[in-house]
Structure formats: C-alpha cells, structure tokens
T-cell receptor, first 113, second 113 residues
Framework: SQKIEQNSEALNIQEGKTATLTCNYT??????LQWYRQDPGRGPVFLLL?????KEKRKERLKVTFDTTLKQSLFHITASQPADSATYLC????????????FGKGTHLIIQP | DTGVSQNPRHKITKRGQNVTFRCDPI?????LYWYRQTLGQGPEFLTY????????KSRLLSDRFSAERPKGSFSTLEIQRTEQGDSAMYLC???????????FGPGTRLLVL
C-alpha cells in the first residue's frame, strides 16, 4: 500500500534560517503533491501544489521541489519567523480515480526567536 | 466569512450514542470531503461527494458511519452507536470542480466517553 513518510519529530530552527522539511513516499506515482499548514485545533490550510512534471514551485518565502525518481518532495521556508511555527503536512492525490488526499503524519516545525 | 464551516466545534458523548455533524462548504464548491484526524496523525480520507452524489468511500467508513449531501450544498456525517475509538477530529473540506486544492473547515472534535 502507498506510504508517506514525514519526519514526525519536531524540527527546531533558529529565526532567520531556512527550514527544510522532507516528504518521502513509496508504492505510488502521484500526479501531484500538496503541502498544507496546520495550527493546533484548526483545519489544514493549503500552501502549495506541485505536479509530477514540475521540478520546483515558489510562493513568497516558500519553495517546494518534487523528485519523482527519488520519490521525495522538499519544502523550504526561507527567512523563517516564529509565526511559521506549525505542523506541515504533505499530501498526495488518492490515485486510482479516488479524489481523497492521502496525508503524511506531518512535521512539527518550531522557529525559535 | 465565506470559508468552510462545521458545527458543532466540540461534541462529548457517551459510548453507544448517535452523533451528527454538519458541514457547510464554500458556496461555489461542488466537491465535498470528510476526513478523520487523530492526535499525531495526518487527516485520513473518509468519503467524497460531487454535488449530491457520494462517489467514494474509504474502508475506514464502517457501517456505523453514514454521510449525506441531500441538496448538493451542506453535508452531514452521522456516527451510530459511537465507540471510544471514534474519538477524533472530523474535518470537512470542499473544492472547485476542476481544482485539486481543498479548503478545510475548523473541524468537529468528538470525544466518546
């Protein structure tokens, strides 16, 4: 079965540095991959989508890369701020015609001032 | 606020009772999804509607769960004979017809005692 792995341990980054989060997947060839942010007690918020034929996508301080050979996506936040502290979820399309997303467990990012 | 809304936000019930949650999607969105999220995990897909038609159901959706979207607008998720294992955050999301981006509501947190 398809499996998504994110570093579920908390990632501590000093303010101003670049935070890099990893999403690895197996047994799957997604048409696209999405990144969402989730704050405690709230629903996920969409950040970026990258398609299988795209290598990189940027939005303000965010950058996502997608390597379909390595089956990996990297999510970067440059010039990180304490307000970026949250859980970041990687999600793949369901595949097989299913439209539900398959999410990883998420990485808890802490930006320390 | 024109985002996805969910009611109630919190629900405490006793084992064996029935509960019903409501989701009001963004008005222009014809796709509606239900997910379940437990502590430390990413959201897990439960079911999906396109307009009033329920097109996909996960194996996670046992016979005790039923979802409806009678007029293609709001949706309800009912859990019959609740069990302690049903305790979770129930998330609703909606999307445009040809968009992969899903917009999530704040969720309904269920606690079964």
């Amino acid at each position: 079965s398809q499996k998504i792995e994110q570093n579920s341990e908390a990632l501590n980054i000093q303010e101003g540095k670049t935070a890099t989060l990893t999403c690895n997947y197996t047994n799957y060839s997604p048409a696209y991959l999405q990144w969402y942010r989730q704050d405690p007690g709230r629903g996920p918020v969409f950040l970026l989508l990258i398609r299988e034929n795209e290598k990189e996508k940027r939005k303000e301080r965010l950058k996502v890369t997608f390597d379909t050979t390595l089956k990996q996506s990297l999510f970067h936040i440059t010039a990180s701020q304490p307000a970026d502290s949250a859980t970041y979820l990687c999600a793949l399309d369901g595949g097989g015609g299913a439209d539900g997303l398959t999410f990883g467990k998420g990485t808890h990012l802490i930006i320390q001032p | 606020d024109t985002g996805v809304s969910q009611n109630p936000r919190h629900k405490i019930t006793k084992r064996g009772q029935n509960v019903t949650f409501r989701c009001d999607p963004i008005s222009e969105h014809n796709r509606l999804y239900w997910y379940r999220q437990t502590l430390g995990q990413g959201p897990e897909f439960l079911t999906y509607f396109q307009n009033e038609a329920q097109l996909e159901k996960s194996r996670l959706l046992s016979d005790r769960f039923s979802a409806e979207r009678p007029k293609g607008s709001f949706s309800t998720l009912e859990i019959q004979r609740t069990e302690q294992g049903d305790s979770a955050m129930y998330l609703c999301a909606s999307s445009f017809p040809v968009s992969e981006t899903q917009y999530f509501g704040p969720g309904t947190r269920l606690l079964v005692l």
